[in-house]
């Protein structure tokens, strides 16, 4: 758990420390989130190896949910890293412009496939 549990004896003793910043709970909330969709998609590789007349359904959702659960554990990652590193702000930014930046490469990537294709087909058409 990031930044640690208190071990001080009384009603909050097993708590996280950082339990009740928002940063946090961010945290908390994109990390369900993710295992959720995590599992969902490998609850559905089970199921359309049992039914194969769905199959290409099955595979498109899947690479849906996949593809959202990669998204939202970049999310946490980030908001769990500004978490552990905000009282040092600096850090916490760059670490999580870094995590971030996973984003702008995909998108990077997908562009320059898509302007790739579109060069290739024009080369072969005219």
């Known amino acids: 758990m990031p ?3 208190q071990s001080e004896k009384g009603p909050n003793q097993g708590t996280a420390f950082l339990s009740r910043k928002a940063p946090f ?13 995590s599992l969902a998609a490998v609850f559905l590789h089970f199921f359309a190896a049992r039914n194969l007349s769905g199959l290409w359904f099955y595979r498109a959702f899947t690479r849906f949910l996949i593809s959202l659960a990669i998204v939202v554990v970049v999310v946490a990652f980030s908001t769990g890293t500004y978490a552990v590193l905000s009282p040092s702000l600096g850090f916490a930014i760059a670490t999580c412009l870094i995590g971030l930046s996973f984003f702008l490469g995909i998108f990077t990537v997908t562009y320059l496939r898509d302007l790739w294709r ?9």
């Open 118 to 126: 579109c060069i290739i087909l024009k080369k072969y058409e005219g």
């Open 25 to 37: 709970q961010a945290f908390v909330i994109t990390d369900a989130t993710a295992f959720g969709l």
């Open 3 to 5: 930044g640690g549990y």
